[in-house]
């Protein structure tokens, strides 16, 4: 069993950044794949970042491309999330995941563990 706790969100202003971060405990923590996913107000949750377990191969969604960065620490059993300028559209409720399914990185039903979630608020 995998325990995530995200922390880091926040109120920001349009053009702001922020760093999320999500810590793992659990005995298997480092051997699973993590993302990020985050759920807006009337929203489906949608795919915002992944990494595999070595950390050598990311995954973004388009939206973010360029603005957010997904990165580990194994021996911490941390992931992070840094956003740079960042949009009102940023605005949502962002989980932690992981888990290793076998499927696609951006899919939530690749990931056996979710966190509780971190609000993101983006001022225009």
């Known amino acids: 069993q995998v325990q995530l706790v995200e922390s880091g969100g926040g109120l920001v202003q349009a053009g702001g950044s922020l760093r999320l971060s999500c810590a793992a405990s659990?005995?298997?923590?480092?051997?699973?794949?993590m993302g990020w996913f985050r759920q807006a107000p009337g929203k489906e949750r949608e795919f915002v970042a992944a990494?595999?377990?070595?950390?050598?191969?990311?995954f973004y969604a388009d939206s973010v491309k360029g603005r957010f960065t997904i990165s580990r620490d194994n021996a911490k059993n941390t992931v992070a999330l840094q956003m740079i300028s960042l949009k009102p559209e940023d605005t949502a409720v962002y989980y932690c995941?992981?888990?290793?399914?076998?499927?696609?990185?951006?899919?939530?039903?690749?990931?056996?563990?979710w966190g509780q979630g971190t609000q993101v608020t983006v001022s225009s």
């Open positions: 995941a992981g888990g290793s399914k076998g499927y696609s990185y951006t899919w939530s039903t690749n990931y056996n563990y």
């Open positions: 659990g005995r298997t923590a480092s051997n699973n794949d």
């Open positions: 990494i595999n377990r070595s950390g050598g191969r990311t």
